[in-house]
């Protein structure tokens, strides 16, 4: 039995045709799914009862659920458990122009980089689409308004469970299911570039940012295992590949991180790699964790190797802080529940 959250549109037309009933079937239950939020299909009012039988055995609106919030003014982390016992977090963002999201992708992570509090707990297994669809569909029905723009930069490596994070791409992009417009969605990746090449042959309109972190393979090599199989001689032509097929600028993550990869030498290196590229970097102040003995740059280090990005020609911003003070940052809370 297939959970209905995590079914595309298509694929449910597919459905009703292939037992012999109209395609349009599928747009009426999605209204009643994500417009008036029913959870039974017998409250489906204008399905047949015939039909609704059917849609109860082959699916299921089988619910992840919230077991903890912590909050501050403009933050809001939850942590969610799900039908299997595993634990995820999303955190809500509000901003001045609507409700943002950070929805995770996995239950842990593989890719190993070594200040992430969410590499430490190594990966469970990929989230499934409904289970990435739900976590905003909780946030909405908890906090009583619209979430407007997403960011896949939760636990887990949205690349590493490609099928599942493009069915949940689709489904929330759906005029008819969230409909949050692909230009406000954005996916982060630590650099696969074989699916990063399969992502631009989709020809979405979403957001691709690339956590790059550091300016040479040496560096990169050691605080980014991944960097070992996709090196940075290999993704740079991908990025630049990326930009050019899609004519989309794609994001540069950069986490500044004292006396590791934010000296002016690395500022100019970053600058000279990135040169004639469309992208922009968002410099990231680490959020230290206790666990991990990264620091986080001094304000000085940030401003000035802005500067220099600036200086040589890049666009650059530093990203506006949320959450710090409520383990927000990146796999904090889950780590916290699974180790207590
Ligand atoms: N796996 C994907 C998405 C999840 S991580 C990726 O690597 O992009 C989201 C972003 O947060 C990445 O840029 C990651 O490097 C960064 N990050 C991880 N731990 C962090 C921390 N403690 N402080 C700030 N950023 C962190």
Redesign the pocket.
């Known amino acids: 039995m297939r959970n209905i959250y995590g079914i595309k549109r298509k694929d449910l037309e597919e459905y009703f045709l292939s037992n012999g009933d109209k395609k349009f079937k599928a747009l009426q239950v999605f209204e009643w799914i994500y417009e008036k939020k029913v959870t039974k299909f017998s409250e489906m009012t204008n399905i047949k009862k015939e039909i609704q039988d059917r849609l109860n055995n082959d699916f299921s609106f089988e619910r992840i659920e919230i077991v903890k919030k912590q909050e501050d003014k403009l933050t809001k982390k939850y942590l969610f458990k799900l039908c299997d016992d595993n634990y995820i977090e999303a955190v809500l963002m509000i901003h001045d122009y609507g409700n943002s999201v950070c929805v995770s ?1 996995e239950v842990g ?1 593989n ?1 190993g ?1 070594k ?5 430490r707990l190594k990966k469970v297994r990929n989230l499934e689409a409904h289970e990435m669809v739900q976590q905003i569909m909780l946030i909405e029905a908890d906090i009583k308004e619209r979430v407007s723009s997403i960011v ?7 690349l ?1 469970n490609y099928g599942n994070v493009l069915d949940f791409i689709k489904i929330i992009n759906d005029a008819k299911g969230l409909a949050i417009g692909a230009r406000h969605i954005t996916l ?4 696969i570039i074989p699916k990063i090449q399969e992502l631009e042959k989709e020809e979405m309109q979403i957001n691709l ?3 790059l ?1 550091a300016p040479n393979n040496q560096l990169r090599n050691k605080i ?1 295992p991944v960097n070992k199989a996709y090196s940075l001689d290999k993704l740079i032509p991908v990025i630049k590949e990326y930009t050019e097929k899609t004519n989309r600028r794609v994001t540069i ?1 950069y ?1 500044m991180l004292k006396g590791v990869n934010d000296n002016e030498t690395q500022a100019y290196e970053l600058a000279a790699l990135l040169k004639g590229i469309n992208v922009y970097v968002n410099l ?6 206790s666990h ?1 003995d ?1 620091k986080r740059s001094t304000e000085e280090n940030i401003i000035k190797f802005y500067d220099i990005l600036k200086k040589q020609g890049l666009t650059v911003t530093t990203r506006k802080e949320f959450g710090g003070k409520i383990d927000a ?4 809370l889950r780590s916290k529940e699974v180790e207590a």
């Not at 982060?188 to 650099?191: E, Y």
């Not at 990231?284 to 964790?289: F, R, V």
């Open positions: 992708s992570c890719m980089c200040f992430c509090e969410s590499g896949i930069m939760g636990i887990g490596e949205p590493d982060s990746t630590c650099g940012a690339i956590s972190h980014m993550e986490v990231i102040p680490y959020n230290e964790t991990i990264f940052a990146c796999g904090q």
